[in-house]
């Protein structure tokens, strides 16, 4: 917008230097034409008078004004006789009988060329006749005729420092325009920019931004309503935030009481059918809670209450791998970080975002490799994708309908998972890749298996942290 606002306001300063210095060149240029003109034919006129005077003396005379006029101007002087002769001692002309000495000679007129229908050629050439004795009246009879060819290299060089300063003086002129533009243009759009920079730190969970109330009287209002709809929304939030907090304790105290209940039953029973059903109603209480939890979490990420801020990701992979390394050893699963990712990388995430989806991914995808298998972790940075972090594991993988709905809330496939889990962990995943301004997608993993493929927006280098992050794995999908 301030690139428009600069070319309209230069633009707009052409056209009125344009509306006002072109036509005065162009009258510059014509009043230049018309007094040389005016010049040459007034010497012309007096040079015929003493042309027409016809006596030795006057013929001396108008040569040494011929003379004269040749040293101290560009211009050359010729003369004939009605005869069309020479006049001795002027040179005789190349041409005596070309249409404007005829003109002058025949019927008294005088002619002038500039040699071009522009502004002018060369040479200006002007004929006029030279009427005889008494003192060259008009209608008298021509005695001859005075020819000035005049060279007009003096006035194209006039004409170039005419239009030439004009040009400069307005080359300088948009020069200063664009510079006022630009002063201008940063002013009136600041209130824009504020609000622009109010609506980006809004959109990246930042509830507290707002907008200062400035600039013109539509911007005035624009952010009065925008800082309205955000203490509105904050207000909004943070209801959503204690009902997720009481929610929280007023599930889980509950779940976890009738798991306790029924554990206390189950080490009372002998019977192995009562036994059998306790254990059933146990696993419905334990997938109950992770349902729970999931709907918890994805609730505190849709409500987006946290900003995004710079993560270093190699470090946090590390420690949330070091976290899962003993469930997977269990089993001897092995764990594999590989890419060219170093400690520097740092990407943009929520506080605790990440660590979720890592224990989301890597729950789904140790729950689904074979005994002895591999989970391969890749961290790959400076892509045109930002920074990529890939998981990938030896199971049974997806087929590419499964893989379409895997997103999906509460969807479970046919494998292990689909047995045991909730239906949320990849759901999670996609809101809070989503939430920070990332992607991700499902595909196949080289030799089979399936690979969980996440972007993530890079934030450049910072400073390692240098205190480990506790944790234990959440549940996963």
């Known amino acids: ?260 209940s029924l554990d206390n039953i189950a080490d009372g029973v002998d019977d192995p059918f009562v036994r059998e059903d306790v254990d059933q109603a146990t696993a419905e209480v334990v997938r109950m809670s992770r349902l729970v939890s999931g709907l918890l979490v994805l609730a505190r990420a849709e409500a987006k209450v946290s900003a995004p801020e710079p993560l270093p990701l190699r470090e946090l992979v590390e420690e949330r791998l070091d976290v899962w390394r003993p469930a997977a050893d269990e089993r001897s699963v092995g764990i594999v970080l590989t890419g060219d990712a170093d400690g520097r990388q740092r990407v943009l995430a929520g506080p605790g975002n990440l660590d979720q989806v890592l224990d989301n991914v890597l729950s789904n995808a140790l729950e689904v490799s074979p005994d002895g298998g591999t989970i391969t972790v890749r961290l790959e940075g400076g892509g045109a994708e930002g920074t990529v972090l890939e998981v990938a594991d030896q199971g049974p993988g997806m087929s590419a309908a499964e893989q379409s709905r895997a997103f999906d809330r509460f969807w479970r496939g046919q494998g292990l998972t689909g047995r045991s889990g909730s239906g949320l962990g990849l759901a999670i995943v996609r809101q809070l890749v989503t939430d920070d301004g990332g992607s991700v997608a499902l595909r196949d993993a080289p030799g089979g298996g399936l690979c969980v493929r996440i972007g993530l927006r890079s934030a450049g280098e910072g400073p390692r942290r240098v205190s480990p992050r506790p944790g234990a794995p959440r549940s996963g999908g």
């Open 1 to 260: 917008m301030i690139r428009r606002l600069i070319v309209s306001y230069v633009l707009l300063v052409a056209v009125a230097l344009a509306a006002f210095t072109v036509p005065v060149a162009f009258t510059l240029t014509g009043q230049l034409r018309g007094d040389t003109e005016e010049s040459v034919r007034r010497e012309a006129t007096t040079m015929a008078l003493l042309l027409g005077d016809g006596d030795a003396a006057a013929r001396q005379a108008l040569a040494r004004m011929a003379g004269a006029y040749a040293g101290e101007t560009p211009g050359t002087v010729e003369a004939v006789t009605a005869a069309g002769g020479a006049v001795p001692p002027l040179p005789r002309p190349e041409r005596p009988g070309d249409a404007a000495f005829r003109a002058a000679l025949d019927r008294g007129r005088t002619t002038v060329d500039w040699g071009s229908r522009w502004v002018w050629g060369p040479e200006l050439v002007v004929t006029t006749p030279a009427h005889a004795a008494p003192q060259g009246r008009q209608g008298a009879p021509v005695a001859g005729a005075v020819r000035i060819r005049y060279g007009t290299a003096g006035l194209t060089d006039r004409l170039w420092r005419i239009w030439g300063f004009r040009a400069v003086l307005a080359v300088a002129v948009l020069a200063i325009a664009a510079g006022l533009g630009a002063i201008v243009a940063r002013l009136l759009t600041k209130p824009l920019r504020q609000l622009n920079d109010m609506a980006s730190r809004f959109g990246d969970g930042d509830l507290t931004a707002r907008s200062p109330v400035t600039g013109p009287q539509e911007t005035r209002t624009l952010a009065r309503t925008l800082n309205q709809g955000a203490e509105r929304l904050d207000t909004l939030v943070a209801s959503q935030r204690i009902f997720v907090a009481d929610a929280s304790h007023q599930l889980r105290t509950p779940l976890t009481a009738l798991r306790l």
